[in-house]
């Protein structure tokens, strides 16, 4: 295949980077609900009809970096019945390798000139997908048709005309039909401007020349990639990670266990040490341990990639995971919190092993997801609703030679999840926001500290309902430190009522009354690096602004910081340095600490 110009080559690639970027674009201006067109829990992409990544610049890497096995179940189901015009929808792990039920993929063929190019997709978290409970986060789901509507690889437009039979089959069986039907429509106009969009650049550079460019871009990202791993030492390096329970089986951690084999410029990922699959609905399937655990594994490599991963970045990673682990799970098991809280855990284990192959890109892991659903009456319309957010989250771990920020919230998303604001919030729902702010102290220790905890709460002053912690984790399961950092300090829920604060654990069920208090205290992400290693000018700018305080900065950090004129004592301080550093166990934010601050 011909070489193609580089000034062509980076016009075809960005083509496809921003073609992905303004689809998303469209849904956020164009969908209603809070979750896609505020908090952007959706992801867009390109691949060639045989799996093939060829762009994914934006999302969630569980969404969209293991679509190649989606792909190949609508070929594998359609393959003499894909035409100019059609729309698939699949939601179903099993059959359509997705994530979870909540999100909804449309996919597209893009055909030019009757021959079939490109599927584009766009996947997004939805208000609501039937089953049990509003929303998908049932813990006690009795198996996957308890927690809503599986649909398979499904031609639900085909040559441009809607089947409205099975669209209306569809939204019948979900909660807030109409309200889904919007979100829908605004995906699925999203892939008709992908369709506009890529036939154009196909006619303007020629079928020959696109097709050259792309094989050209996957072979550079898979030489790059390769040569990274050539970097490493080759070796076997190991992980792990745990979530709090599984949500039916209370109180006992579910483990994530990887060794990581560097051998020559492959790397395989092996988590046949991990946990069974459990009866609780914290299971991964497959498709989506893939996706995440190469995600993590990119993240690790130079920062000048990002922007051109493709299929080529995957060929030489290889994941393995044995079907009826936890990591794998077999039909008919749950997987409604899988993004959040196994997602979570196989991310965490991937950044320990890769700390320990290359430490000088070492990462700690972040605070906890601390969402939730609810659903019950909102007073002022009568009607009821579901909410769910990223809002209460805590903030991200630090990274070898850098803080982590505070602000940008769960791992599993990369960050591309964003919180709402206030105003949008109190008006879509029936919620006074009390309160968002950060927490002293509530991060992970180091030389490079993690972002800041969050204090988040509000008021219920809308109707009774229940509230499902399902998708929350790290009341005791804590996510490392790196390199000596400290790890991540634990998170609290509570609920205070009639003068009273109840404790609430994750993957829980509770039921919500009137004037109810509900408050988050999210921990923000690990530290990296040894803390008495921190330059003495930050850990004074972190006392200053709030972050630190003084009896951290001297006991952790080994700083002495005089109360009254807020100036170093460097004597002092090179006395503490000197001295044995304190151990992490011995200055853990402790239960005590966290239930004085609901008072």
């Known amino acids: 295949m011909k ?25 956020e201006r164009t969908a209603q609900s809070y979750l896609m067109a505020h908090l952007k829990d959706l992801s867009t992409g390109i691949w060639l009809p045989d799996g093939s990544t060829v762009a994914v610049p934006v999302g ?69 997908t039937g089953g049990s409970y509003p929303g998908g986060y049932f813990p006690n789901a009795y198996d996957i048709h308890a927690e809503g509507l599986r649909i398979p690889p499904l031609k639900v437009v085909a040559a441009g ?48 020349t696109v097709k050259a460019g792309i094989a050209q871009m996957i072979a550079r990202s898979e030489k790059a990639v390769r040569g990274e791993i050539a970097t490493i030492p080759d070796g076997t390096y190991s992980g792990e990670s745990a979530t709090d329970d599984d949500g039916t089986e209370l109180d006992k951690p579910v483990w994530v266990r990887l060794d990581l084999t560097v051998k020559g410029d492959e790397l395989i990922l092996d988590f046949s040490r991990s946990d069974p699959q459990t009866k609780g609905f914290i299971n991964n399937v497959y498709a989506a341990t893939y996706a995440t655990s190469v995600t993590a594994v990119l993240i690790h490599f130079s920062p000048a ?43 965490e284990a991937v950044m320990e092993a890769m700390g320990k192959a290359v430490p000088m890109r070492s990462m700690a892991a972040w605070g906890k997801h601390r969402g939730c659903y609810t659903f019950a009456l909102d007073s002022r319309s009568g009607k009821p609703y579901v909410r769910t957010t990223f809002d209460y989250d805590g903030s991200v771990g630090a990274v070898w030679g850098h803080d982590g920020p505070t602000g940008p919230c769960v791992l599993p998303t990369m960050a591309q999840v964003t919180r709402g604001n206030v105003e949008e919030a109190e008006i879509r729902f029936p919620w006074r926001i009390l309160k968002t ?17 969050i204090d988040w709460r509000a008021i219920n002053e809308g109707g009774a309902g229940r509230i499902a912690t399902g998708s929350s984790d790290g009341d005791v399961m804590l996510g490392k430190g790196a390199g000596g950092g400290y790890s991540v300090p634990p998170s609290r829920t509570f609920i205070q009522r009639d003068g009273k604060s109840m404790r609430i654990k994750p993957h829980r069920l509770v039921e919500l009354q009137t004037g109810d208090v509900y408050i988050k205290l999210s921990s ?74 609901v008072l």
């Open 437 to 453: 702010e950060i927490i002293p102290d509530l991060m992970g220790a180091g030389k490079w500290r993690g972002g800041c905890g």
């Open 60 to 128: 969630l890497p569980c969404q969209y970096m293991g679509n190649r096995f989606g792909i190949q179940a609508i070929m594998k189901k359609f393959e003499n019945d894909i035409a100019p015009g059609d729309v698939f929808l699949v939601n179903d792990p099993y059959e359509g390798h997705n994530t979870h039920l909540p999100d909804w993929g449309f996919y597209r063929p893009i055909f030019c000139e009757e021959e079939l190019m490109f599927f584009t997709m766009v996947r997004g978290h939805q208000m609501d």
């Open 161 to 208: 005309q809607d089947r409205t039979d099975l669209l209306e089959f569809i939204w019948a069986n979900v909660r807030w039909p109409e309200a889904v039907k919007i979100d829908n429509y605004s995906m699925m106009a999203a892939l008709k401007f992908s369709d506009d969009r890529i036939t154009d650049m196909v006619r303007q550079f020629g079928r020959d």
């Open 524 to 597: 923000g992400g690990g530290g990296v690096g040894d803390p008495r290693e921190r330059p003495v000018e930050a850990v004074l700018k972190d006392v200053r602004n709030g972050v630190v305080s003084l009896g951290v900065a001297q006991g952790v950090y080994g700083v002495a910081i005089n109360s009254d004129t807020m100036e170093v004592d460097l004597a002092q301080t090179a006395k503490l340095r000197a001295a044995p550093p304190v151990k992490e166990c011995d200055i853990a934010i402790d239960e005590e600490l966290l239930s004085a601050r």
């Open 3 to 27: 070489d193609v110009d580089p000034i062509t080559l980076a016009t075809i690639w960005h083509s496809f980077q921003s073609t992905c970027r303004e689809m998303r674009h469209v849904v």
């Open 305 to 347: 990639l990002a922007d051109f991963h493709n299929e080529g970045s995957m060929r030489p990673i290889t994941v393995l995971a044995p079907e009826g682990l936890v990591v794998n799970a077999k039909y008919p098991a749950t997987v409604g919190a899988a993004p959040v809280a196994v997602g979570t855990q196989i991310l």
